[in-house]
């Protein structure tokens, strides 16, 4: 399973930038998939999150509203779509995978046996 990430960069606060995650190994239509974010000195935490099969979506709250979550099976491909940004949501963003997550559990990194390498996010005027 490899999982890389694109589309990351700098924006100025209350601009966009969408996050694409290109899987290989696996099908995104039948694994759990999912974005985190860490930012220096803190841990890595939850951004968003689509079920397995049925792509049940789950976001953090303070992305709801502003962060959407897709996948694309036919490239095998997820998107964080990512508006209004904040230099809050500064960060390294990486793409987590796994094939027997619950929904319960899809905001636990702990649970995700694939990463991705990551890609920075850097929100600033």
């Known amino acids: 399973v490899q999982l890389v990430e694109s589309g990351g960069g700098l924006v100025q606060p209350g601009g966009s930038l969408r996050l694409s995650c290109a899987a290989s190994?696996?099908?995104?239509?039948?694994?759990?998939m999912a974005w985190f974010r860490q930012a220096p000195g803190k841990e890595r935490e939850f951004v968003a999150a689509?079920?397995?099969?049925?792509?049940?979506?789950v976001l953090a709250d303070s992305e709801k509203g502003r962060f959407t979550i897709s996948k694309d099976i036919a490239k095998n491909t997820v998107y964080l779509q990512m508006n209004n940004l904040k230099p809050e949501d500064t960060g390294v963003y990486y793409c987590?995978?796994?094939?027997?997550?619950?929904?319960?559990?899809?905001?636990?990194?702990?649970?995700?046996?694939?990463w991705g390498m990551g890609n920075q996010v850097t929100v600033s005027s």
């Open positions: 987590a995978t796994d094939r027997s997550i619950i929904i319960s559990e899809l905001s636990h990194p702990n649970q995700y046996d694939y």
């Open positions: 190994g696996m099908s995104v239509r039948t694994y759990a």
């Open positions: 689509l079920s397995r099969s049925g792509g049940y979506p």
